[in-house]
């Protein structure tokens, strides 16, 4: 009897327990995807990025501006926990620089992503080795990358600026990656600092190989630096000494690796990016055994973004990486069933208990009564998700349409892309209200997170009907979005002057507004058919 208790108990208790969704055991933020034009199906370059954390959600888009000579660009910290782009709580101005004359527009929220020029990025943290880090550097990541987009058109360029920036005033934050993509090429940037009371950054870019796809998942991942090749290695002038100076590295010894050197870690993979590359090139047999997986990997089948989405969405179900996989309770006993009266023992079943968003009170329960049922093993898709991206930059449209990025409010394995231009010039009002502190129906994310929160409290009776509405618009967005562009073309064909720009710009502004207002008004449907659903308790 005592050996049947936890089954028992495992099939009762799925249920209450799981609407609180933070995994503690999940603590690694943010994963992102890179892929070369000639690795994409349409000839695209796509970077990503899914922020995974209380990080702040809400979304704008900084207009272009002129600045009068001799101005200066202010810096700040504390951008991450804001509620409005009008919010200066928490906020610490750094300090200053010289401004340009003219800023471009681009697409800001906790790290900005996408600009009017083209250029895009994705962001993983990484931390690095604590004695590099100078929270006296005038920066940290999410302001390098708001100034480069304001500045630059091309991936190269940006990497660049922030780099001599960061070399000048000082880098401040921890070891963080960058993956920068613009119509022609996407590249793998990881920046550190030099250590406390000095003033600098030691940093590395590589570029993907256009055929090939590369991936970044809270590891540095950089491996050697050939800078005798200027058109695949960029690097900080202190990339070897530092190592050298700190004992990091004998070169006397031991080959130059950016990831260990300076990255302090065992090997510069884990799961995330393990699973990714193993799929997309599954001939090369890679395992998790080995010291390095390859830095990219040419895909087997060309990339969509549909594969994209599709990956961020993952939670490695059905496969071997499956963390639940153990998780088997006897089946439901019917009296008087063929296998009842012919005595035979039924098969184990998946316990009704079985949830990707668990959160970390039900899997300790679990584990408590079957020690080790449930592996500690960090998924693609995590429910504690602020907002995710999947971004392609087309060189052969106009700057207009070129920027397309597939925008998600929350989890991404629960909620729609949205499709976002970089030629637009404003975002529905509740995309600039934050979801981190308080509930406000006047948000975009809450509208997903809530009906997403509801759903997990039963995953087993909701997520058909969530993963169905997610394809809905997954589907609606890869069909319109074809017309949008052709349209658009159509009409700078037709009016290519300022004027007929700005009927451009609202003719996006409306198009992605009013796709927003769709899915938003779909979550809400969704949230309320969940409370009807679970009126009688949950």
């Not at 900080?236 to 870690?265: H, M, R, T």
């Amino acid at each position: 009897m005592k050996n049947i208790i936890p089954a028992i108990l495992l099939s009762l208790f799925p249920v209450a327990l799981v609407a609180q969704t933070v995994h503690e055991e999940n603590i690694d933020p943010c994963t992102s995807i890179m892929v070369g034009k000639n690795a994409s199906t349409d000839g695209s370059v796509i970077t990503s990025h899914t922020c995974d954390g209380n990080y702040r959600a809400w979304l704008n888009i900084v207009p272009r501006t002129k600045h009068e000579p001799n101005s200066k660009r202010e810096v700040w910290w504390g951008k991450m926990h804001t509620e409005t782009p009008d919010d200066l709580r928490g906020m610490t101005k750094k300090g200053e620089i010289p401004q340009v004359a003219e800023t471009f527009a681009f697409f800001n929220t906790s790290y900005p992503f996408m600009n009017e020029k083209k250029l895009a990025m994705g962001e993983t943290t990484f931390n690095g080795r604590r004695d590099l880090i100078n929270r006296e550097g005038l920066f940290v990541i999410e302001e390098l990358q708001a100034i480069a987009l304001e500045r630059c058109t091309t991936a190269r360029e940006a990497i660049e600026l922030m780099g001599s920036l960061a070399e000048q005033y000082g880098y401040g934050d921890s070891g963080e990656c960058l993956t920068l993509a613009d119509p022609k090429e996407v590249w793998h940037f990881e920046i550190m600092g030099v250590g406390a009371g000095k003033t600098g950054a030691v940093w590395a870019a590589v570029r993907i190989p256009d055929d090939h796809v590369g991936v970044s998942a809270n590891i540095p991942r950089i491996s050697e630096i050939d800078l005798s090749q200027p058109d695949r290695y960029m690097a900080s002038s202190n990339i070897f000494s530092l190592g050298q100076e700190k004992g990091w590295y004998d070169p006397a010894k031991e080959k130059f690796k950016f990831w260990k050197v300076y990255g302090g870690v065992q090997k510069p993979y884990a799961i995330r990016e393990f699973f990714i590359l193993s799929n997309l090139a599954p001939s090369l047999k890679l395992t998790m055994d080995m010291e390095e997986l390859p830095f990219t990997v040419k895909p087997e089948k060309k990339v969509s973004p549909e594969m994209l989405f599709a990956f961020f969405r993952e939670t490695y179900e059905g496969t071997e990486y499956d963390r639940f996989q153990n998780l088997m309770v006897p089946p439901p006993r019917r009296p008087g069933s063929q296998a009842q009266s012919e005595g035979q023992q039924p098969e184990p079943i998946r316990s009704p208990a079985v949830n990707p968003w668990m959160n970390s009170d039900m899997i300790t329960l679990i584990n408590t009564l079957k020690p080790g049922t449930i592996q500690n093993q960090r998924t693609i898709a995590v429910p504690q998700c602020s907002h995710s991206h999947v971004t392609q930059l087309r060189g052969w449209l106009p700057d207009e349409i070129g920027g397309l990025a597939w925008f998600s409010f929350d989890n991404p394995g629960q909620s729609p892309r949205i499709p976002l231009f970089s030629g637009m010039s404003s975002l529905p009002k509740p995309f600039e209200v934050d979801p981190q502190r308080i509930f406000r129906m006047d948000s975009a994310a809450w509208a997903f997170r809530r009906a997403n929160k509801l759903a997990q409290v039963r995953w087993g009776q909701t997520k058909d009907l969530l993963n169905s509405s997610i394809m809905e618009f997954e589907n609606k967005g890869l069909l319109e979005v074809p017309g949008v562009e052709k349209h658009v073309q159509d009409m700078l064909k037709a009016d290519s002057s300022p004027e007929g720009r700005k009927k451009v710009q609202e003719y996006l502004n409306q198009y992605s507004g009013n796709f927003s207002r769709a899915a938003m008004q779909k979550w809400i449907e969704l949230g309320d058919a969940f409370w009807a659903l679970f009126a009688r308790g949950f």
